[in-house]
């Protein structure tokens, strides 16, 4: 992101003419970190959004086996999904902490777009860092760049046709993909009056947060951190940020 002297550059608003999104991520607690207050604004609009957790999130708690950890944060995602209006929310069970950028990946998630036929498709910052010096995890690099490709798999019934069963049929539907948090962000949206139940939504995920560690860890405070400057470059108290790629001719 370009910046002039006299700090980051203005965001422009996000599109918000669509019905339905699908957002794609690696882990649970993913979309907390940052988009469930964007979420719970697009709900309250009468929007369906459905999540997609690629996998269970089972190896992000040290102290719990992995089958137990699973149990664990699918309940914690449901739950945080439900605070901000989102009733469908599909795990792959493909592999936590491993996942690797590919065709079985755009495979995977290409069903699941064919399946519900989004008109956007949301998803995490899939850049080699945060922006400066803070390096990306690389779960969330393969799975943004796959969620990316599968906007444009879905729609070719030649690719991954195996999929095309029992009433599935190609999706050419997306008109855009949006990589939230992306240090090259160009637009974002008002999470003003939503962003206490983004808030909520990060405390859902209690076990995940006392799993880490992090000592005297407030929700509010972090979201703060990066809702608040992101809200002055669009001119409100809160906002969002994303990374938009356009999948229609000229825009």
């Given amino acids: 992101m370009d910046s002039s002297p006299d700090g980051p550059a203005p965001l422009e ?7 339905r999104a699908l957002v794609v991520v690696a882990h649970p607690d993913d979309v ?5 207050a964007a979420v719970a604004r697009w709900t309250d609009q009468g929007k369906t959004v459905v999540y997609c957790m690629v996998t269970s999130g089972e190896a992000g708690i040290d102290a719990l086996p992995p089958e137990e950890c699973r149990m664990v944060r699918v ?15 599909d795990f792959l069970g493909l592999p936590d902490g491993v996942l690797e950028y590919g065709v079985a ?40 760049r796959a969620a990316l490709n599968s906007a444009g798999d879905a ?3 030649w690719v991954f046709s195996d999929q095309l069963i029992e009433g599935v049929e190609p999706w050419g539907g997306v008109k855009q993909v ?31 947060i006392e799993g880490l560690g992090w000592e005297n860890f407030d929700p509010a405070e972090f979201l703060e951190g990066v809702s608040r400057p992101t809200g002055g470059r669009l001119g409100t108290t809160h906002a969002a940020s994303f990374e938009v790629f356009s999948l229609q001719w000229g825009q």
Wanted: net charge negative; aromatic share 6%.
């Fill in 75 to 89: 309940a914690e995602q449901i739950e945080s999904a439900r605070i901000v209006g989102v009733d469908t929310v």
């Fill in 155 to 157: 729609g070719n019934r």
């Fill in 105 to 144: 990946l755009r495979h995977a998630i290409t069903g699941v777009v064919r399946l519900h036929r989004p008109e956007v498709i949301i998803t995490n910052n899939f850049r080699e860092t945060w922006g400066g010096s803070a390096p990306n995890q690389p779960d969330h690099m393969a799975v943004g």
């Fill in 13 to 19: 608003p996000v599109d918000e003419s669509w019905e």
């Fill in 32 to 36: 907390e970190f940052g988009t469930a």
């Fill in 178 to 208: 949006w990589a939230a948090g992306s240090p090259d962000a160009t637009h974002a949206v008002d999470t003003t009056d939503t962003f206490d139940r983004g808030v909520e939504s990060l405390a859902a995920h209690r076990a995940y």
